[in-house]
């Protein structure tokens, strides 16, 4: 499976837009690009996934560009209940699982 | 409709004690995980479901470590004797098939092996 690559932290203004960048330079064809968080130390919470056309629903929107190399999770309206940790994680569509592969992700830090 | 639901939410034991945890995963799903966070380490994947039958186990770190899901519904995973680097929080996750959806994931059981 294509790895990620991911800032460690980043600060985000209550009420402006959070952008997470993640980077898979090796993603291949028939690998979704998923994205999840983790609130404190609950568990891991879904958030959006795509392979190829950008996605949105109500939580968060998903940007990939063209090659596919890359992608950025975009919370509109950041809240501070939005302050988390992110993963960016690709999966084949044909695996028949979800055996993911957690990075460090992104520790998302949203301030009042 | 209820979420993917674990028990116990925390455990304490003591070293070369025995723990079992037990998931619920959305009923329905098939498909049921185990991952684990160990401390200072990324969330691992442990084993894969599908009803009852393991389809991947590649990630249960020994065999101090057993996982069972009889009748295909709830699911327990049982290490013993438990161990100081077992402790951590072992999450549980369930989904409905095994290429298009996602997969949920439940609270965690937090684990201390003192």
């Known amino acids: 499976d294509a790895k990620t690559t991911q800032p460690t932290s980043m600060d985000c203004a209550e009420g402006r837009a959070a952008n997470l960048p993640c980077n898979h330079s090796?993603?291949?064809?028939?690998?979704?690009v998923y994205w999840y968080r983790q609130i404190h130390s609950q568990g891991p919470q879904y958030i959006i996934h795509?392979?190829?056309n950008n996605e949105t629903n109500e939580m968060a929107s998903l940007i990939i560009t063209e090659d596919r190399k890359s992608s950025t999770l975009i919370l509109p309206h950041a809240t501070l209940r939005d302050t988390a940790v992110y993963y960016c994680i690709v999966r084949p569509d044909t695996s028949g699982t979800y055996k993911y592969i957690f990075g460090t992700g992104t520790r998302l830090k949203v301030l009042a | 409709e209820a979420g993917v639901t674990q028990f116990p939410s925390h455990s304490v034991i003591e070293k070369g004690q025995t723990v079992t945890l037990r998931c619920d995963p959305i009923s329905g799903h098939d498909n049921l995980y185990w991952y684990r966070r160990v401390m200072g380490k990324e969330i691992k994947f442990l084993l894969h479901?599908?009803?009852?039958?393991?389809?991947?186990e590649s990630g249960m770190p020994n065999n101090r470590f057993l996982a069972e899901r009889t009748g295909g519904t709830y699911s327990t995973l049982k290490v013993q004797p438990a161990e100081l680097e077992d402790s951590g929080v072992y999450f549980c996750?369930?989904?409905?098939?095994?290429?298009?959806?996602?997969?949920?994931f439940g609270e965690g059981s937090w684990l201390t092996v003192v």
């Open positions: 795509g392979l190829k």
């Open positions: 479901f599908v009803k009852e039958s393991k389809q991947d």
């Open positions: 996750a369930s989904s409905q098939d095994g290429n298009r959806g996602t997969i949920y």
């Open positions: 090796t993603i291949s064809g028939n690998e979704y």
